[in-house]
């Protein structure tokens, strides 16, 4: 079993940065793929970045790109997404997710296992 618990999350003005933090425990993190998602409420969840198990391969939804970085310290067996210039429609709660592989998904289907979320809430 794969733990994941994401923190981080909170209330920020438009234009503002955030960064969100995903502890994983369990298994081994190189082997694992990992990715962020994120979900409004009576919506479906949405795909936001990915990055492979080496770190050496990313991928982004287009409503975040060049605003979001996700990327991954093996040391601490942490994720993390850094969002920068963050707008009202930024407003979910985003989960972390992992699955033991080689490549990068963008499916929430696709993904094992998942933390409990952190809210972000960008004002206006």
């Known amino acids: 079993q794969v733990q994941l618990v994401e923190s981080g999350g909170g209330l920020v003005q438009a234009g503002g940065s955030l960064r969100l933090s995903c502890a994983v425990s369990?298994?081994?993190?190189?082997?694992?793929?990992m990715g962020w998602f994120r979900q409004e409420p009576g919506k479906e969840r949405e795909f936001v970045a990915a990055i492979s198990r080496s770190g050496s391969r990313t991928t982004y939804a287009d409503s975040v790109k060049g605003r979001f970085t996700i990327s991954r310290d093996s040391a601490k067996n942490t994720l993390y997404l850094q969002m920068n210039s963050l707008q009202p429609e930024d407003t979910a709660v985003y989960y972390c997710?992992?699955?033991?592989?080689?490549?990068?998904?963008?499916?929430?289907?696709?993904?094992?296992?998942w933390g409990q979320g952190t809210q972000v809430t960008v004002s206006s």
């Open positions: 369990g298994r081994t993190f190189s082997n694992y793929g």
């Open positions: 997710a992992a699955k033991e592989t080689i490549r990068v998904y963008t499916a929430t289907n696709e993904y094992d296992y």
